[in-house]
């Protein structure tokens, strides 16, 4: 135990000589005691993990804190440990820091999760805490690297699992932030676990061919280093290793030969200032030929994770193809090191500002990346559908895709885009007013459908109508997780709207039917407040989607006989119209003393027969009635069941009462999207209720409909919305 801490201490001491060691050697007393008796799948003292955790953390030279807080990192996931208790012996800032990285299904729910659930909330929770302080990052991305690096203790199940996981998440995730060497390292260890077969084979022709191509490397070097100093340039270059994913990738995805991807070489060139990047450039054009459309610059247009780098593909006069970098220190240390470098840089920014009161520009790129990442979790954190979490993991792994694609306004404005991206997207890039009112777009000087996927180097134009408004359509192909949540912000404004109007149109309605009396707003909001909603539009818009009945503010302002009036048959127009109702044609009379059966309630246009009863005129019953009863009395008393049919020539004064169940999917705003249908047909709705069953909306309508041509309408129009299952009759 005493040699594993002493060489612990030792191998701190060579990384980082500017650190005290007394903090970190009280840190790993403390998580050595905590971790008493526990050992990892590889039979380790678990001690092991957070101090190896704690040493790739100092390669990164990041603060101390965060260094014991990486040695103390599984404390409270893991042992008895109290944030408490961490606060009072390390400080508050570390105490966070290790909370931060604490999954949260070490607490209790009272709720049972899936692990899918799970895995989102515990990455909701990551995220959340990065916000907070973005060294909660550089900690987990750590204890995950190391994890990857003793994954063969593990069952085969596990060790996939991890690794794609892995893939997915967290080497996209350490790409963002710009963390190039520890994600270099997670996706060549994840291509191990995942595809052993083709990591075996990459490996042994990289063993074959590495001294052959180590010659050709370091002979190119000469020359280039030559053409430099001829030009009086001074700089580093060195020769650059392809990694095992990045070709397994390549391989996938341009169908080569793995010895002709290895085969294509790969140096990069460092020097003092952004201009000499760029002469740089030219002069290896001029001495080598370059490969057409190789040529990117990321110094101009930098990556999302602010990578900066100038990139070519030339060929030697031995006709190989080398693949060519070039950049500044700054920009190679931010390429290596991403959001690491805001510590590599915090002192030397305080001594600046001490003794030149001034930041330089290295410091505000820095900076400007620090910041950058931090807006990005805060913007997809914000994001509707991020919400649930059955879609987090998905979106997250859409976001971090790494793709970028660069598109120019006609004043020259540089739009940066996720690969992908559309039209429409690039106006909601420009400004969110552009996305509201685009009506149309033109690409390279052609008109094109707004749903047109763009490429790096189109020309955009976008046309914009002050009349024209987002379609719920555009959420079928718009890329950008910003542009999604721009308009999905919208329809949920339009749709309270249209809720608070259709609400304010049925309580107005029914207070009229009711013969309720509000002089004023004041009235009508202290009855909002009887019902325990503290605001006009919130009664209203309840009222609309059906959240609130009429009848509970029946119930709240009457008393039980008034109640029962309001209800009561004798002014319940459905027991008037079986009284009397006028529609039915018997021959050449009509105008009978009708009854409306309740068993199957017809309405015109179904096929119907009457049943002639003893005084009361006759009773009205669809053909396919199933009623026990009227069944019955076709076989006793067939001489008493007669044909009918419709009277669609003469005037109906009233309208015939019809009961309807619509079943659809339970999603937002279903019940509204129906109630809609029915205000714009004019059709009044007598009663309503719905009721959700699992993955359902169940609603039962009863109303009045006038004429066959209009039920036939509102069934059409019932049938285009979105999510509907069925509607029937009962």
Known sequence: MVNQKENFLAK?????????????????????????????????????HPASTALILAELNVDINCIIAGLLHDTLEDTAIEFSQLEDRFGKETAQLVEGVTKLDTYSYQEKRTHRNNQAENFRKLLVSITKDIRVILIKLADRLHNMRTLEHLPVSKQKKIATETLDIYAPLANRFGLAKIKWELEDLCLKYLYPDEYTKIRSIIKTQKAGRDRFIGAFIDSVRKILKKNSINAEITGRTKHLYSIFRKHKLDRLPYSDIYDLAAIRIIVDSVEKCYTVLGIIHANFQPVENSFRDFIARPKPNNYQSLHTVVITSAGRKVEIQIR???????????????????????????????????????????????TWIRTFLKQPEAETSENFIELLKLDLYPDIIIAISPQGDLI????????????????????????GTQVNGRLVP?????????????????????SQDWLQFLRTSRSRQKVRAYFREKEQQEAIEL???????KARKYHLKFKTEAQILELARQLKVHDLKTFYAQLGRGELLFSDIIKQISPPEAQAEAVSPKNDRLGSLREQAHGIRIGDVDSLLLHYAKCCQPVPGDKILGYITRGRGITIHKSTCKNPGFLNLQKKEPERVIKLQWDYESKQTEPFPVKMKIVGLNRRNFYLDVLNVFSKLNIDISDTNMRAVKKRIIGNFKFYIDSKQKYDLLRKSLQKISGLISIDKF
């Open 12 to 48: 701190i001491k060579a990384l980082r000589p500017d650190l005290k060691l007394k903090p970190l050697q009280q840190a790993y007393e403390f998580s050595q005691k905590a971790h008493q008796g526990q050992n990892r799948y590889s039979r380790q003292p678990f001690i092991e």
């Open 450 to 470: 707004i749903r047109t996927e763009l490429k790096s180097g189109d020309i955009v134009k976008v046309i914009t109508n002050p009349q024209a408004h987002p």
């Open 328 to 374: 500044t220190l700054k920009m190679h240390w931010i390429a290596e090191e991403g959001i690491a470098a805001h510590w590599k840089y915090k002192e030397l920014q305080d001594y600046r500002l001490r003794f030149w009161k001034k930041r330089s520009k290295s410091d505000q790129i820095v900076q400007t990346n620090f910041e950058k990442q931090l």
């Open 416 to 439: 940066q885009l996720p690969k992908g991206s559309t039209a429409l997207d690039f106006a909601f890039a420009i400004h969110t007013d552009v996305g509201f009112h685009c009506e």
């Open 503 to 509: 609400g304010r149109e049925i309580f107005e309605k």
